[in-house]
């Protein structure tokens, strides 16, 4: 069912001979429903609206009137008009209506009202403005409000088959998009990339190829996080494919900070600091680790010197044909006396261990005051940065990149 919805306005119902804008819709629309919202000082025109509009030949509407009649000391306060006339539409809107608002009748602030409702609500409206039969301000033309209403219907030029249609309809283009660009920002800004992309495919507010090149960009980053791909960007470069995997899981990580995700970045942390060791050691002494099912475990055969000190270290509590961790990679290159720098940085990152395991295995709460999530991304980068030979500085990819998304969402 279609519904017109409208305030009065000191135009209605006929002014200097023609439709005022409440009239004027309806002869055009002929909807099915009429909801008319009256001020106080509207009320007196109540009679005179119900018979203009029951006026057209042939139609016969269903006509309301809203419960609530909007006091005169409100109607010029756009926050009240705001607050009640969005409730009377998201009302009628949750009755699957088809709605027509009416942006040419009542107070400056009502109509401002419903030009903003228009712009921000996503549901089934169209609204129109009303063109004055001159085509221009209606400034010096008198009011007809004291005339006889059987008069007025009488004398109404726009009471005929072949009457001018004066409607624009207000799509609210270039406001949806400025909205639009701006929330865009403001996920940008949070590094919220995965709500980012759904709105991109949803709205287009740049040319084709700019949203193309935006959403496949948004698109990469937001796999990445779900499902651990590689990002493009990593991908396509000359890293061995081990290599790749450390860079991409330290940019996830760094997401990760950046949205201050503190558990993610604890639980991944450690993650790092072990795959980090597990890349330097293969690459320094290849047969130092073996793998079993998964898992990598010391060559006693090779390394025994090793064994034997690991097993005699009772801080770290290392059993014969245990699988390596963190702490036990510590203690190798220590032994193998590697560089101080990297031994420095994961026995540092080492040290959120106890925060880590209440939150993976405890599913404990881990106060933000003792968790500097930013110390810990950046120890992983310089963890990477000795076991990779970093030729971009993939600290600043994502501002970098927010840079480059946000210059375009300017243009």
């Known amino acids: 069912m279609t519904t017109l919805i409208s305030c009065i306005g000191d135009t209605d119902p006929i002014r200097n001979r023609h439709d005022g804008a409440l009239l004027h819709l ?48 409100e109607v010029f306060i756009f ?12 009302k009628y809107s949750k009755e699957d209506e088809d709605l027509i608002l009416n942006l040419s009748s009542g107070t400056p602030q009502m109509k401002s009202a419903l030009f903003t409702i228009n712009r921000l609500k996503d549901i ?36 005929r088959d072949d009457f001018e249609k004066r409607i624009l309809e207000d799509k609210a283009e270039k406001f949806q998009q400025t909205l639009i660009k701006r929330t865009m920002k403001d996920l940008l800004n949070s590094f919220d990339y995965e709500s980012l992309y759904n709105l991109s495919k949803r709205y287009r507010v ?49 997401l990760q900070t950046n949205r201050e995700l503190v558990s993610e970045v604890l639980i991944r942390s450690k993650n790092i600091g072990e795959y980090a060791c597990e890349l330097y050691l293969e690459k320094n002494y290849p047969d130092l680790i073996l793998w079993d099912k998964g898992r990598p475990y010391l060559n006693s055969i090779n390394y025994p010197d090793i064994e034997s000190k690991l ?3 009772k801080d770290i509590h290392y059993r014969k044909e245990q699988y390596l961790n963190i702490h036990f990679y510590i203690q190798i290159l220590k032994e193998l006396d590697e560089d101080e720098e990297l031994i420095e940085s994961l026995n540092k990152l080492s040290g959120y261990n106890q925060q880590r395991n209440k939150v993976a295995h405890g599913l404990s709460e881990i106060p933000a005051s003792q968790v500097n999530v930013r110390k810990i991304v950046n120890l ?32």
């Open 311 to 313: 097993l005699n270290n």
């Open 124 to 159: 089934n409206v169209k609204a129109y403005q009303v063109v004055t039969p001159s085509h221009s301000s209606n400034e010096g033309i008198k009011h007809d409000n004291n005339l006889d209403i059987d008069y007025l219907i009488s004398t109404n030029l726009d009471n």
């Open 380 to 411: 992983c980068y310089q963890i990477v940065g000795k076991c990779v030979d970093l030729k971009e500085d993939w600290n600043n990819f994502y501002d970098q990149f927010n840079k480059e998304i946000s210059a375009m969402l300017n243009e």
């Open 79 to 90: 926050d009240k008009m705001y607050e009640v006339l969005n409730g009377i539409i998201s």
């Open 206 to 254: 740049l040319s084709k190829n700019k949203m193309k090149k935006i959403i496949s960009s948004l698109k990469d980053l937001t796999e990445t996080v779900k499902y651990q791909k590689l990002l493009k960007v990593v991908d396509q470069t000359e890293y061995c494919e081990r290599e790749k995997k450390l860079i991409n899981s330290y940019l996830i990580i760094l």
């Open 26 to 73: 309806v002869r055009v629309f002929r909807p099915k429903k009429i909801l008319l919202i009256y001020s106080e000082h509207a009320l007196s025109k109540e009679t005179n609206i119900l018979l203009a509009l029951n006026s057209i030949d042939g139609y016969n509407p269903m006509i309301e009137k809203s419960d609530e009649v909007i006091s005169d000391s």
